[in-house]
């Protein structure tokens, strides 16, 4: 906001402009009196009708030198100079005018001229040029006036915008890795000048809410958002840029405004689980964190509940469409439910991994699963494979032994490198409902497209059958009730394409089948 008194000189300066600019056309020779008419035009028009603060900026730069070498010819050049000294006003508020949308560039210097001062400098050297060219005093003194000003200016900034204009509060945060946190960190100034700040983050998981601000302030506080991952820094860092409120330096430097400890998610996980095999009585856990990404396994003793949604396929429930999402797709979408009633379940996991994070990710989600299904006293089965073989086929389990077995598993992962991405794994079912539609159709293209889809249907069939993940369920269901709900706990490697298959097939079999840490809700997408 701008105070009264400054613009009261605004106004005062570009009222004056306007006068000299018609008192130049006045007691200028007739064949030149054209050229202070256009200047009062153009200054009207840019006056009456705003334009970019930036060309704001450039018109008055201009008319600062057009005012003094209109009043030349018929004035002494120092006084024609003291005439066009009070445009300097209308310069200096144009700057900040124009300094309140800069942005800000990337250097490897601490301070930086900011292009607008280059452009506006180099224009001054440039009238310095001209002068001596022309031999112009007029000219000559004007471009002098100028680079005084922006002297003076300019040490003004670099002794009041210290090369830290801002301190950070540090606060320490303790997280379980792929945990959420917001936090408002408390910015002080240490600058009298004004200006704005820019912050920014040096990491992908840490955002910054806002990341520009007004150096009015004396204290100023800034959000920020962290989802660390299993590896990261132990101090969080925010990369600062300040520019002055002539936005003419610019000044980089660093804040460490969080110092982090980050506790892997196996780990937690594992301390949950020894806390759970300590208690006297199931239930005495306390609450797990991150339970949003169990809900599916959680709580599946208490019946019907809403799992996610699909396309619809031909002999779905028409009570069960989502009306909602099925206009925003222009796609008929079905509601999912999980039903499991109590039932067993079977517990797959795919050992296989590709890094630390996705081990750590993996364990977490083996060892909170089996604690989750513990305390809703659901007996369990677990099965492990990776990309070679099965490794460990159990029959079903009870509580306490299904937490321990859990620990002994995500201990066994191995790492393993897929040369091939899948975008998204294949949709099954739509693929055979699909083929069903086309079976009725006659027409030649239409028998091709079919036996094209059966094709693709029965290589998905014959791949899902040779990957471990189809093995190791035949193995389990052999010790385990056929009935059981199937848990899968993957992170869709080699066995991305089996998985959709078994998914599909045992799904129409009855089976409860829920994936553990996959998106796959199309509502959600």
């Known amino acids: 906001m701008i105070s009264l008194r400054s613009w009261g000189v605004v106004i005062f300066s570009k009222i004056y402009v306007a006068i000299a600019l018609v008192i130049a056309a006045v007691i200028s020779p007739l064949a030149l009196s054209f050229i202070p008419v256009?200047?009062?035009?153009?200054?009207?028009?840019?006056?009456?009708?705003?334009?970019?603060p930036v060309t704001n900026l450039l018109t008055a730069y201009f008319m600062f030198f057009a005012v003094a070498l209109l009043f030349t010819p018929q004035v002494d050049p120092f006084f024609s100079l003291l005439i066009s000294l009070p445009v300097l006003l209308l310069i200096n508020h144009s700057l900040q005018e124009t300094a309140e949308l800069l942005i800000y560039r990337d250097t490897r210097y601490n301070r930086r001229p900011t292009d607008i001062f280059l452009t506006l400098l180099l224009i001054a050297v440039l009238v310095l040029?001209?002068?001596?060219?022309?031999?112009?005093?007029?000219?000559?003194?004007?471009?002098?006036?100028?680079i005084i000003y922006f002297g003076v200016v300019v040490a003004v900034v670099l002794r009041q915008l210290p090369s830290s204009p801002v301190l950070a509060e540090q606060v320490k945060q303790r997280m379980v890795a792929g945990s959420r946190a917001h936090l408002d960190i408390k910015l002080t100034v240490k600058t009298k000048t004004g200006g704005l700040l820019f912050l920014e983050s040096l990491c992908e998981w840490v955002k910054v809410r806002p990341n520009k601000l007004s150096l009015k302030q004396n204290d100023l506080v800034v959000k920020v958002s962290l989802s660390p991952s299993l590896s990261g820094p132990s101090i969080i860092k925010l990369k600062g840029q300040a520019v002055d409120r002539w936005g003419l330096i610019q000044v980089n430097f660093e804040l460490e405004p969080i110092r982090m400890y980050v506790i892997p998610r196996a780990r937690y996980a594992a301390w949950l689980a020894r806390r759970y095999l300590a208690a006297t009585k199931p239930g005495a856990l306390p609450l797990i964190s991150n339970i949003e990404t169990l809900r599916p396994a959680y709580g599946l003793r208490r019946g019907v509940e809403y799992y996610g949604s699909q396309l619809y396929q031909p002999g779905d429930s028409l009570k069960n469409i989502d009306w909602k999402h099925s206009l925003k797709y222009n796609e008929l979408v079905s509601k999912e439910f999980a039903d499991f009633h109590g039932q067993p379940a079977i517990i797959l996991i795919n050992l296989a991994v590709g890094n630390a994070e996705e081990a750590d990710k993996l364990s977490y989600n083996i060892i909170v699963t089996a604690i989750?299904?513990?305390r809703e006293n659901i007996p369990a089965a677990l099965v492990a494979y990776n990309h070679e073989s099965v490794k460990i086929t159990t029959p079903t389990l009870q509580s306490q032994e299904l937490v321990r077995k859990s620990?002994?598993?995500a201990q066994e992962m191995v790492a393993f490198i897929n040369p091939v991405r899948y975008l998204n794994p294949p949709d099954v079912a739509r693929l055979r409902a699909n083929i069903s539609r086309l079976r009725f159709a006659e027409s030649k293209a239409s028998n091709v497209l079919g036996q094209l889809l059966?094709?693709?249907?029965?290589?998905?069939?014959?791949?899902?059958k040779?990957?471990?993940?189809?093995?190791?369920?035949?193995?389990?269901?052999?010790k385990a009730n056929k009935q059981s709900n199937i848990i899968i706990i993957s992170h869709r490697n080699h066995d991305a394409e089996a998985l959709a298959f078994n998914t599909f097939y045992f799904s129409r079999k009855g089976n409860a089948v829920i994936n553990i840490g996959q998106a796959r809700s199309a509502a959600n997408a």
Not at 38 to 52: C, M
Not at 454 to 464: I, P, V
Not at 466 to 478: D, I, Q, W, Y
Request: hydrophobic share 50%; no cysteine.
């Open 129 to 146: 040029g001209v002068a001596g060219l022309l031999g112009s005093l007029t000219l000559l003194l004007s471009g002098a006036i100028v």
């Open 38 to 52: 256009l200047l009062f035009l153009w200054y009207l028009y840019s006056w009456r009708f705003p334009i970019a």
């Open 466 to 478: 040779l990957n471990p993940s189809t093995k190791a369920l035949t193995e389990v269901f052999g």
């Open 372 to 374: 989750s299904l513990a």
């Open 454 to 464: 059966q094709l693709e249907y029965k290589n998905l069939s014959n791949n899902a």
């Open 407 to 409: 620990l002994q598993i």
